[in-house]
């Protein structure tokens, strides 16, 4: 196994442990309450995917990151948002646990959590829906497929689909069931693998190449 492949594979155990935190988090009695009223305005957060880390505000990005390969970073607390991504498309969301995967850098990965407790799973799934019109996300063909054959009700059973954000991008949803009971939503804007290889493997040569400023250009 290459150096690379056991950094990826590391990166993937990374990401299954953030996922594990979120549901851990989820799985706390106090989390599975109402968020209590903040005495401050929530955590405000600005990220450009396919963008620099550095250009990051909200969260606190360590220096050097154009040499490392994927480094996740956190907001543990409920926050406001904001999502850049190519064409100049904007999307904000209230989210209880954010974080953000950067490679060499640039932002390839963006989590988020939209609700603030586990809920009934066709709660979820309406609000699935919801947020599906409030971010202006059209589904496709597949995607509309998964809304339309999930159950009014299920046990613990995890569900995803995803759709295409053009430019190398994807958006996934994910229904999870919480320990306890319910259900709650993890939402992920990320870049497609072939995109963000270019960031680690210079001899490969994708079919356009990712900028740091969002935009694409194709490749001669």
Do not use: C
């Not at 829906?129 to 589904?139: D, F, H, Q, V």
């Not at 339309?148 to 954000?165: A, C, E, K």
């Amino acid at each position: 196994m290459t150096a690379r492949a056991n950094v990826r594979s590391a990166a993937v155990a990374t990401a299954v442990l953030i996922l594990g935190w979120m549901g851990f988090s989820m799985s706390d009695d106090a989390s599975l309450q109402d968020t209590p009223p903040q005495t401050l305005p929530p955590r405000s957060i600005s990220v450009r995917l396919l963008g620099p880390a550095s250009e990051i505000t909200g969260i606190a990005v360590p220096k050097n990151l154009a040499s490392q390969n994927d480094t996740y970073l956190h907001a543990p607390e409920p926050s406001e948002v904001t999502v850049r991504l190519p064409r100049d498309r904007i999307i904000r969301s209230w989210s209880k646990l954010t974080s953000i995967n950067a490679d060499h850098g640039i932002v390839v990965d963006i989590y988020l959590l939209p609700l603030p407790k586990a809920v009934p799973f066709r709660d979820a799934v309406s609000e699935l829906r919801r947020i599906l019109r409030e971010m202006k996300i059209e589904p496709d063909e597949k995607m509309l497929k998964d809304l339309d054959g999930l159950p009014d009700d299920s046990g613990p059973v995890s569900y995803r689909t995803q759709v295409s954000l053009g430019s190398d991008m994807i958006f996934l949803a994910k229904i999870r069931p919480a320990p306890d009971a319910g259900f709650y939503l993890a939402l992920t804007f990320a870049v497609e693998a072939d995109a963000r290889r270019v960031f680690w493997d210079p001899t490969f040569k994708p079919k356009t190449t990712p900028l740091p400023n969002g935009a694409d250009k194709q490749s001669k």
